[in-house]
Structure formats: structure tokens, C-alpha cells
């Protein structure tokens, strides 16, 4: 005997049921992610210290999101072919493997390999999280839960310095990877158990872009290294750095070639046909030099020159976070009520300008109050267009491309991230260690600082002591202004966006068996507006309408394409 069917109202709660607990599962992942990019900031002037690296401190930060980088279109792509809950799983485990090498490690190369393998999980997290709600909640109404998942990074962007700071004042650096192994456990068992989304597509087994995806791994480590090697370790005109660019020019052109060709690229380049993609995508890598480059490194330069400990400085990172949670929550929120999202991301970058400015003129006798306040002004600019981006590029795009589109635009905002703490972090520390170099005593000999903790420069007599400081403040700040033009550009490639108008529904073919099996209606309506119950039946067949914005499949699309008033990926022509 068939179920008695749901009424309307039975089918908006077992919905919002399932809905909250994904989001729920979704968080943790999320927790996960943030929290290892921010615990390990307060820690790493210990690490380097004990270690003795100073030299390699760029690297810690540098592998990780390298590695992930080069993952992100390869989750992609895989998520749309396959499914994205068990690449999911794969991810954290990858990640929690990493974070046990971490804890272990004896030395900086041992370190950085560790943070190579937490980057190869670590690129998933947060695309296929993305990519995930995409799959179940309409353009209109994410805005308010992109607005949470960027209070999550805001969150964790507080307590992960505190945490870092706590443990490694306490049991010791190390319990910053050691942390990860439950929280990764944790976020296994609620994808195994509260992930209940729709399945990919049926038939055929795709053929997967191997060769696209090694040449773009190869295009983007010969590229990092340039940023990181350039000037430091190699002088810019040196045969090693121009081989390396080359390397990076003829990948990227193979790359292009092999892309056109195959059925199923990593990266399709018809990504780059539309325009909202480019300018987002534009604006993102910017943003993500100026935002890693200034932001990664404060928590050390706030150690070194205030000589407040790692938990204190984790403290001082409270006024970036608690503006860009706010910021991130409430545009998130007015975004899903208005459908205008523009003006509000050109303002945020333009604040991002502003930020680095500010920052710009801070000097080691600078009050803390000061410094805060500068920061806070960077995350109310950050988390007004950050999470925005991402949901312009997804509302370009049909549901079946929303993973590669997202893990498009997120693989070169990381590349900017990835370039923006390479070429900061080397800059900071040759600069630093000429600085030293040129100052101390030469019976100092620390005049590397390669030895120096926050707690060695605290216990050094005052003279020398206030070199060093002098030198910290010297070596940083100043290249906070020569990001300024970065974030000026982001805004100016945001003015030309066109500010389409938000879907309200989302459009799949999706077998019947899918929604047996516990995932959410096929159809989600924006602001509560009853589910389709027929949509199940009409799934690959024709729709007659459409609101602005949605997508559409099946026969119709074919009509509309045939006709002229479709683009070929369900999508209705603008006219």
C-alpha cells in the first residue's frame, strides 16, 4: 500500500527539518576549516622559534593553502559528476591524517609536509559545504546562510588565536594539530549521518580530467613558488625563478588547449563567457592578497612589538572578527530580503582599501586600542562583500555546474591568498632578517632572528629589545600600503557587475529514488512558499514558466536554445 501523501504543510516541515540538520552538519565541517587556518597564527612564533625556522615561516601558512588550492576545482568537478557527501568524508579524513603528521613533527620539513596533507583534504571543506547548500537552498534565500558561514570563519577567526594562544601557553604547540583529530571526527559522523542531499547524475560513468588536473597543479606550484622564492631565496632574474614562470605560462596555455577538448574539464571554459564570473572571480583574487597578505601575519607582529602573549594577541584579533561576523550575518540577511547585492559589495571592498590604509600608518609605539580599531574597520569591509562574491558566481550558473562554478571562483581567490601570504610573508621576513642583520650588536649573534620567540625578545635588555621591535614594525606595516591598490581595484571591477536578480527556485532533473531515500524536495520555493509536490513528475520535463533568474532543463531548454532564447545550460536569455 502506497504512504499517504503529504499535505503541503507536512512536506514545509520535513523540509526545514532536514534543511537544518545538513546546515547543522555543514557547520562543523565548516568549524573544521576555519579553525585550522586561525589556531596555528598565535602558535607560530613559538613553532618557528622551537624549531628553528624562522626562514621557512612563510611555508607553514604557504603549503596548506597551496595544496588546497590546487584541490579545489578537482573537489569540484567530482562533486558535480559524483556526488559531493562521500568526497566530502574523503576530505576530512585526508585532512585529519595531516593533522596527526602536524602533531608529530620534529622538524620544518617534516611541518610543512604535514600541512602539504592537511591542504589536500582541506580543499574540499569549504567548496563542497558550499557547493552543498547551493544544491538544496535558492539564490534568493542563501544569502542569509552564506551570511552564517561566514560568521562560522569570523568565529572561529576569534577562537582559533585563543585556542592556539591557550594551548600553546599550556600543554604545548603540538595540541594545535592534536585538536583537529576529534573535530574531524565529529564532522564524519554528521556527513555520514545529517547530510541527506540529492544524488548526482545517472548513466554513463564520466571520464575525469587527469590531465587537466596536473597541469593545473603544475601551473599553480611553479606560480606559488615564484611569489615565495622571488627576491629571497633567489634573486627575481635568476634562471631558477624565470624557469619556474615559464613553467607557469606554458601549463597554464596547455592547460587552456586540453580544456576545450575534453568532455568533462576540470575548469570549463565557459566558465569565463560570463561576465558577473570574471569580475567576482576578479575581485575575489584581489581581495584575497590584500586579505591574507595584511591579516595572516598581525597576530605575530602583535607578539613581537606589543609583548603581549599568544593568547593576548588572539584577544586583539576580537575587533576584526566581531565586525566581520556582524557584517557577514546582517548583508547576508538583507541580501535574501532585497535581492540587491551590488552596492553593498562595492562599499565592502572600498572599506578593505580604507583598512589597509589605516594599518599602513601604525608604528611600534602605536596604542593597542588603535590597532584594534583599524582592524575592526577591515572586517566590517571584508565581511560585507567576501560571502557575496561567492553567491554572484553561483546564481550564474545552473545547479549541475554550481560546484565547479564555486570551486572556480575559490581556486583563485586562493591563488590570491596563496601568492598574497608568499610574497608578504617573504618580503616580511627578508626584510626583517636584513633589518636585524643590519642593527644588532655582532655579538648577538641572532642577528637572523631565526631563534627569536616572543618570549626571548621579552627577556632581551632594552636596547636590544627595542630593535627588534623596531624592526618588526618596520618590516610589515609598510607593506600593507602597497596592498591599497589592490583592494581599489577589487571595487572598481565590482562596479561593473550586473546585478541580476537572485533565483528563487531551484530547477534540477533529479531520479525519483533520491527523494525516497530522505533528501529534500526537488524543488525548493523562496520565502516559504509551499513546496511543488509535482515536482518529482515534471523533473526533465517541460515548464512553461520560470521566474527571472531560474533555471530550466529538459525539452524546453532545447526550445528555447533552438529559438534563441536560451544559452544552452537552462538558463533563459536576458532580452
Not at 547524475?201 to 611569489?227: E, F, N
Not at 562599499?347 to 582592524?375: F, K
Request: charged share 15%; proline share 6%.
Amino acid at each position: 500500500m502506497n504512504p499517504t501523501p503529504l499535505t503541503a504543510e507536512e512536506r514545509r516541515r520535513h523540509d526545514k527539518r532536514n534543511l537544518t540538520l545538513l546546515f547543522a552538519g555543514l557547520m562543523v565541517t565548516m568549524l573544521l576549516a576555519a579553525l585550522n587556518q586561525t589556531v596555528l597564527s598565535s602558535a607560530l612564533p613559538t613553532i618557528v622559534g622551537e624549531l628553528n625556522g624562522v626562514e621557512h615561516m612563510a611555508w607553514i601558512i604557504t603549503a596548506f593553502i597551496l595544496a588546497s588550492t590546487v584541490m579545489m576545482p578537482v573537489y569540484g568537478k567530482l562533486g558535480d559528476l559524483f556526488g559531493r557527501k562521500p568526497l566530502l568524508i574523503f576530505a576530512i579524513s585526508v585532512f585529519m591524517a595531516g593533522s596527526v603528521v602536524g602533531a608529530l613533527a620534529g622538524d620544518m620539513p617534516t611541518l610543512i609536509v604535514a600541512r602539504v596533507i592537511q591542504g589536500l583534504g582541506g580543499g574540499g571543506l569549504m567548496i563542497l559545504s558550499q557547493a552543498i547548500i547551493a544544491d538544496v537552498v535558492p539564490a534568493r534565500d542563501r544569502g542569509k546562510y552564506m551570511g552564517i558561514m561566514g560568521g562560522v570563519f569570523a568565529f572561529a577567526s576569534v577562537a582559533g588565536p585563543l585556542i592556539g594562544g591557550g594551548l600553546t601557553e599550556g600543554p604545548g604547540w603540538r595540541w594545535t594539530f592534536w585538536i583537529n583529530v576529534p573535530l574531524a571526527v565529529l564532522a564524519i559522523l554528521a556527513a555520514v549521518f545529517l547530510l541527506h542531499i540529492p544524488n548526482r547524475r545517472t548513466g554513463p560513468r564520466p571520464r575525469i580530467d587527469y590531465a587537466g588536473m596536473m597541469l593545473i597543479a603544475v601551473a599553480t606550484t611553479a606560480l606559488v613558488l615564484v611569489g615565495t622564492w622571488g627576491g629571497a631565496t633567489y634573486a627575481w632574474g635568476s634562471p631558477v625563478i624565470l624557469g619556474l614562470a615559464a613553467t607557469a605560462v606554458a601549463a597554464a596555455v596547455v592547460f587552456v588547449v586540453v580544456e576545450s577538448r575534453v568532455s568533462e574539464p576540470v575548469m570549463p571554459l565557459m566558465l569565463f563567457r560570463d561576465r558577473n564570473f570574471n569580475l567576482t572571480t576578479a575581485s575575489a583574487l584581489l581581495t584575497g592578497i590584500a586579505m591574507f597578505g595584511a591579516i595572516g601575519y598581525m597576530p605575530t607582529y602583535l607578539q613581537m612589538v606589543t609583548g603581549y602573549g599568544a593568547t593576548e594577541s588572539g584577544l586583539l584579533m576580537i575587533p576584526m572578527m566581531g565586525s566581520l561576523l556582524v557584517a557577514s550575518v546582517v548583508v547576508g540577511r538583507q541580501v535574501s530580503k532585497t535581492g540587491r547585492y551590488k552596492a553593498v559589495m562595492v562599499a565592502g571592498t572600498a572599506v578593505v582599501a580604507v583598512a589597509l590604509l589605516l594599518l599602513s600608518t601604525i608604528h611600534a609605539d602605536s596604542p593597542v586600542y588603535l590597532v584594534c580599531i583599524y582592524l575592526g574597520v577591515m572586517g566590517l569591509g571584508l565581511g560585507s562583500s567576501m560571502q557575496m562574491l561567492t553567491l554572484v558566481a553561483q546564481n550564474s550558473f545552473p545547479i549541475t555546474s554550481v560546484g565547479t562554478a564555486t570551486a572556480g571562483q575559490n581556486y583563485f581567490r586562493q591563488v590570491g591568498a596563496t601568492l598574497g601570504s608568499a610574497v608578504v610573508g617573504t618580503l616580511f621576513a627578508s626584510r626583517l632578517k636584513d633589518l636585524l642583520a643590519e642593527r644588532l650588536p655582532a655579538a648577538g649573534a641572532a642577528g637572523t632572528g631565526n631563534s627569536f620567540t616572543p618570549a626571548l625578545v621579552s627577556s632581551l635588555p632594552d636596547p636590544i629589545r627595542n630593535i627588534v621591535v623596531e624592526s618588526y614594525n618596520e618590516a610589515l606595516v609598510p607593506l600593507f600600503l602597497w596592498m591599497v591598490p589592490l583592494a581599489v581595484l577589487s571595487a572598481v571591477a565590482l562596479l561593473f557587475v550586473v546585478e541580476k536578480p537572485l533565483a528563487t527556485k531551484i530547477e534540477r532533473d533529479l531520479p525519483a529514488q533520491s527523494i525516497a531515500e530522505g533528501g529534500l524536495s526537488p524543488r525548493v520555493p523562496a520565502h516559504g512558499a509551499a513546496p511543488d509536490m509535482d515536482a518529482a513528475a515534471e523533473a526533465g520535463a517541460d515548464a512553461d514558466t520560470a521566474p527571472a533568474g531560474d533555471y530550466r532543463h529538459g525539452a524546453a531548454a532545447r526550445e528555447e536554445v533552438a529559438a534563441g532564447r536560451g544559452d544552452g545550460h537552462g538558463r533563459r536569455s536576458a532580452r
